[in-house]
């Protein structure tokens, strides 16, 4: 139940198309969801992170998309850039406590 | 501001032998988190602390493995035996109370 189950594993978009990489969790107890950027050799950086009392939320070419009954949320990126190529970590958590990670999708922008 | 500070950013040790890993978090930051990453994977909570206070370590295996986080500061993660499966990366992240966790570069630990 403690699972966040994240999808696809890798994914490659043509420069400028959109990314989409979806999640879904179990625990309904969850009310923090963030995504995650990380670069090679480098820490997972906050990108954007949602409450479940919204449906959506876009900073700037990213948004969050969030279905509260279908336990699901997603992330799109528009206008997909080479500089996005980076592993995408999907996470929830309760309250602040640990954040339970999905397994990660490789996203690979072909210029 | 600073981020999360970790050190060293990489070890390499023969098996048997012990390592230690330090972290200093973002000042202020009353939480601190360490995670270990396997390859191709996502971060996994080790151990979680409030101020120095360990409040989640529910995950460190403690046969082998401790951690301390003196003065509700930095921390340090100690293994000891290290194991062929022990290499991973370790991350550090650090956060307010009810905040968003900041993490650090991490420390990449090869055991051969």
């Known amino acids: 139940q403690q699972q966040v189950k994240q999808s696809p594993q890798s994914l490659i978009v043509q420069k400028g198309g959109i990314s989409i990489i979806n999640c879904a969790y179990e625990?309904?107890?969850?009310?923090?969801f963030p995504w995650y950027q990380q670069f090679p050799g480098k820490g997972p950086a906050l990108l954007i992170a949602?409450?479940?009392?919204?449906s959506e939320k876009k900073e700037g070419r990213f948004t969050i998309s969030f279905n509260k009954s279908a336990k699901q949320f997603s992330l799109h990126i528009m206008d997909s850039q080479p500089g996005d190529s980076a592993t995408y970590f999907c996470?929830?958590?309760?309250?602040?406590?640990?954040?339970?990670f999905g397994q990660g999708t490789r996203l690979t922008i072909n210029p | 501001e600073a981020g999360v500070v970790q050190s060293p950013r990489y070890k390499i040790i023969e098996k048997k032998q012990p390592v230690a890993f330090w972290c200093n978090p973002i000042s202020g930051h009353n939480t601190l988190y360490w995670y270990r990453q396997n390859l191709g994977q996502g971060p996994e909570l080790l151990i979680r602390?409030?101020?120095?206070?360990?409040?989640?370590d529910s995950q460190l295996p403690k046969d082998r493995f401790s951690a301390e986080r003196l003065k509700g500061v930095d921390s340090t993660l100690k293994i000891q035996p290290a194991e062929l499966g022990d290499s991973a990366v370790y991350l550090c992240?650090?956060?307010?109370?009810?905040?968003?966790?900041?993490f650090g570069p991490g420390t990449r630990l090869t055991v051969l």
């Open positions: 992240a650090s956060s307010s109370i009810l905040d968003t966790q900041y």
């Open positions: 625990n309904t107890a969850f009310d923090y």
């Open positions: 602390y409030e101020n120095e206070e360990a409040v989640d």
């Open positions: 996470a929830a958590t309760q309250g602040a406590q640990k954040l339970v």
């Open positions: 949602i409450r479940p009392d919204v």
